[in-house]
């Protein structure tokens, strides 16, 4: 059951940016941590960034210092700055609701995914 509907993934090079974007449904949305996990093909869906309801963020390793999430709860939506774009970085991206407002971990409310892919 699609909970979001992600948007703004697409071919980009090495170096490059993307932005995604998470719109969301239902009038809680700022109640609710919100991140994004990926999923590259042969891999598990890894964790990439969370941001609580009230702004406090966690960014995976692979991409502290690359990628920036913020979201703008009037219009329920989360978004994902992605900078210095690596082939790494490839992969399906899925937005994702946690269960309270402070962690994403055991989120249960999912996307559809988007595609990122890196390559030159």
């Known amino acids: 059951q699609v909970q979001f509907v992600e948007s703004g993934g697409g071919l980009v090079q090495p170096g490059g940016s993307l932005r995604l974007s998470c719109l969301a449904s239902g009038n809680i949305f700022s109640r609710y941590a919100m991140g994004w996990y990926r999923q590259a093909p042969g891999n598990q869906r890894e964790f990439v960034v969370s941001i609580t309801s009230w702004g406090s963020t966690n960014y995976a390793d692979s991409v502290k210092g690359r990628f920036t999430i913020s979201r703008d709860n009037a219009k329920k939506t989360v978004y994902l700055q992605m900078n210095s774009l690596k082939p790494e970085d490839t992969a399906v991206y899925y937005c994702?609701?946690?269960?309270?407002?402070?962690?994403?971990?055991?989120?249960?409310?999912w996307g559809q995914g988007t595609q990122v892919t890196v390559s030159s």
């Open positions: 994702t609701r946690g269960l309270t407002g402070a962690t994403i971990i055991g989120g249960d409310y």
